[in-house]
């Protein structure tokens, strides 16, 4: 039997939903699928500029593993810049600490703290989308 993969740790979702190529016109790509926690990878380490062991640590995984997600997203950015391919950020094993909504009407992006949200609380409009299940869906 495969061992169960563990969910991991985000802590907030990507602010955007992938990455378009420029300068490639009439030609439909080929998209890469970077799941949320590879997201999660890149941002702690190159953007945030953690050690491995830091976002380990933040993401709830082992050392070997944050490795392990980290090459793969890597791979997977690295396969979109070279051959000018869509970068689509969308499931994977993973779970937000928090629930993450957005706003349909202003495209504001909260956390319910929880407390149950049916209102935007920036302009107030609803229904808001739940970012959790968005993003989980394949
Ligand atoms: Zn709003």
């Not at 090459?71 to 928090?98: C, H, L, Q, S």
Request: net charge positive; hydrophobic share 35%.
């Amino acid at each position: 039997m495969p061992r169960k993969k563990r969910n991991r740790r985000i802590q907030v979702p990507p602010v955007i939903k992938g990455l378009s190529v420029y300068g490639i016109r009439g030609r439909k790509t080929n998209e890469v699928i970077l799941h949320i926690e590879e997201y999660e990878t890149i941002r702690l380490l190159d953007y945030q500029n953690m050690t491995q062991e830091e976002a380990a640590v933040l993401m709830d995984v082992s050392r070997p593993t944050l490795t392990r997600i980290y090459e793969e997203a890597r791979n997977k950015v690295a396969t979109a810049f070279v051959e000018g391919r869509d970068i689509i950020f969308r499931g994977g094993d993973f779970y937000f600490d928090t629930n993450w909504y957005k706003c349909g009407s202003c495209q504001a992006s909260f956390s319910d703290y929880g407390e149950t949200v049916t209102n935007c609380p920036v302009c107030q409009a609803e229904p808001v989308v739940s970012l959790n299940e968005f993003y989980k869906s394949k």
